[in-house]
């Protein structure tokens, strides 16, 4: 009896013990001050086949009464890791309280959104912000777009993108940051600081995502989606630095690209998600799809059916399957068959979890941000900043800019002088036109009555064709002192899928700049657009032209701004225009060929008839167009008259472990105080493989006032001169180098330096 009383005190004991244990003990995963990987182990332990799944789903928002059953059941029982596209904050709050408090786990849903250049208030597109070389600016932002969107509960962007870009008929030029690995790595770097902030877990902080894993930019032809052919040491020497960059700034995530590139769709490419994403370079985050690129491996030719695909995407190293479904309906029996080990299927739900846990979403998965941060005076200001910066001044004649006092007649002409839409760019999902300040109206404002102002947009749009309304413009001109035209793309005409053969200006904006420039009056063109237009004739048709990538919510005030003097232009070509189409590819860090041109070829205008087949030189050049573009690379005028001179360097020789200090003299000679983007350039000159005739190395912005000058230095580690040679290791060759600094890529003033 006694041993049996003993026995239940016993028991009754241990399950008390074991109750108020278990009522006590909080479980690792949710004990925010465990080390996250333990967190991560401890879920992971606990997770069900679904539940694993589950994270590694995302599935696009949808709303509807009748499914709504469906969705909210979905997320009790675990299995929706992610969604895209839900911006309703009280509706993201409520999904989030039942995945928290009525799912077993209780772990907290991602949401996810295109914040690709503000989320309310909108910032030039990634072109635009590239243009203003000034990573501060672009960090700025960034931040302020995760603010606005963290205030409706989004967590993660799909952003920055950062494929080099070097064909403007490709619509996703737009979105990146231009055609030179140096200045995609600064931005993208940029806007991942200023995404993730210095903390990912504060509520105001977003994941970033770096896109799109890789190669998109180089779809054969322009065309969207197509087929690239990048062999391994241009992808490692072009395409992929600015990738390794986001890494080395702490990137949450990466996403896939659509393109196979030389037959390897890259939702599959086990090279670069693998051995070169996780194996080299060390990525600690999460990998998800593109937009159903996953089954789209169906349509390429590469899979044979969604299962297929779910298994190759797996194994080669995609973590979570943006809305296409196959992941959570074919990896249980892929894992059952054997085709896909447990432990792929773990590791990716280890990056999805590790993700959450830095991003607090266990601590606190509700919205903190209050509403007042859309549209604040701070982020309007770091808008208007970023516009202001990334106007590029292309043309100056006679120093017709800035407009003076003298000027008491306007006439503001075009389709984009007041469009609050289009001014905005592609990728705005959530932007407001009804917010914008367009350039008419931030004119009008700044003078009100003391300026007469005749507006006639003479098109209805950009693609207009109509020439009813030039002959309105072309009378306003004539009662005008000046005329600023205002012409460019609609905001449809760039972004995803929508390429171009033809880069000339649509409708009938071309006729529309010719009419106005035959009145005599001085024509000032300011072409709003998402992609480098062939736009020569307009040039030599206007005395100046701005040239604005989309500048978003506060471009008319910048705009403004610059026309009228209160600031100075200071933006640089990101990317090259071409004279035409026929040019491209068109970029400035090409090779130099075995017979490159030498400028002075003539053109098909001035070859003699019957010219013998050898008169004409053989190099490396177009008989109609020649061999340069219309705009090069890293090019923009200011108010202020910069000149270089004095560059000198440290050494003549240096080791590889060596930092080289460069200096150059910079001088304002102008009567405005403008900032000029000094830009360092080199070449190889002789490598294991042929090097690009220039590579940008360094830039800074320096501001100086009319008539000062100053010593800008830059320091360049050696280390920075290593590419991918004939062994495809990265290393720095020793040999000769050319160093320039100069106000674009075609500077002249060098130095030259050895490396032993
Ligand atoms: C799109 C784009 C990608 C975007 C994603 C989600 O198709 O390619 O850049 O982030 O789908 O909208």
Known sequence: ?????????????????????????????????????????????????????????????????????????????????????????KRIDSLQ????????????????????????????IPLGQAATFDPEVIAAGAHAAAVESSSDGIRWTFSPMVDISRDPRWGRIAES????????????????????????????????????????????????????????????????????SAVKAGAATFMTSFNDNDGIPASANHHILTDILRGEWGFKGFVVSDWSSITEMINHGFCSDAKDAACKSANAGVDMDMVSGCYLKYLPELVNEGKVPMSVVDNAVRNVLRIKFQLGLFEHPFISTPQTVKYSAENLAAAKQSAEESVIMLKNEGDVLPLTSGVTTLAVVGPLANAPYEQMGTWTFDGEKSHTVTPLNAIKSMFGKNLNIIYEPALAYSRDNSTEGIAKAVDAAKRADVVLAFVGEEAILSGEAHCLASLNLVGAQSQLISALAATGKPVVTVVMAGRPLTIGKQLDESKAMLYCFHPGTMG??????????KASPSGKTPVTFPKSTGQIPIYYCHNNTGRPANRTETLIDKIPVEAGQTSLGCTSFLLDDGFDPLVPFGFGLSYGKFSYSGITLDKST????????????????????????????????????????????????????????????FELPVSDLAFYGIDMKRTVEPGDFTLWIGTDSNASLSASFSVK
């Open 1 to 89: 009896m006694k041993s049996q009383l003993l026995e239940i005190l016993a028991v009754s004991a241990f399950s008390i013990l074991t109750v108020s244990t278990s009522v006590a003990k909080t479980p690792v995963y949710k004990d925010s001050k465990a080390p996250i990987e333990q967190r991560v182990e401890d879920l992971l332990s606990q997770m069900t086949m679904e539940e694993k799944l589950g994270q590694l789903s995302q599935i696009n928002s949808f709303n509807d009464p009748k499914w709504n059953v469906v969705l909210y059941q979905n997320i009790k029982d675990g299995k929706i890791g992610s969604i895209i596209n839900e911006v309703n904050g």
């Open 97 to 124: 309280r039942m995945a928290v408090k009525q799912s077993r786990l209780g772990i907290p849903v991602l949401f996810g959104r295109d914040v690709i250049h503000g989320y309310k208030t909108i910032f030039p």
């Open 177 to 244: 940051a231009g055609e030179d690995p140096y200045l995609a790595s600064v931005v993208g770097s940029a806007m991942i600081k200023g995404y993730q902030g210095a903390n990912l877990s504060d509520a105001t902080s977003i994941a970033a995502c770096a896109k799109h894993f890789f190669g998109y930019g180089a779809s054969e032809g322009g065309r969207d989606y197509n087929s690239t052919f990048i062999p391994e040491r241009t992808m490692r020497n072009v395409y992929l630095p600015p990738f390794e």
């Open 556 to 565: 008319g005030e910048a705009i403004a701004d610059i026309l009228f003097g």
């Open 654 to 713: 240096y080791s590889a472990g060596d930092v080289i200090h460069a200096s150059v003299t910079l001088a304002n000679a102008g009567s405005h105080d403008a900032t000029e983007v000094a830009q360092l350039y080199i070449r190889d000159k002789v490598g294991s493989v042929t090097r690009p005739v220039k590579e940008l190395k360094a830039f800074r912005r320096v501001a100086l006032k009319a008539g000062e000058s100053t010593r800008v230095d």
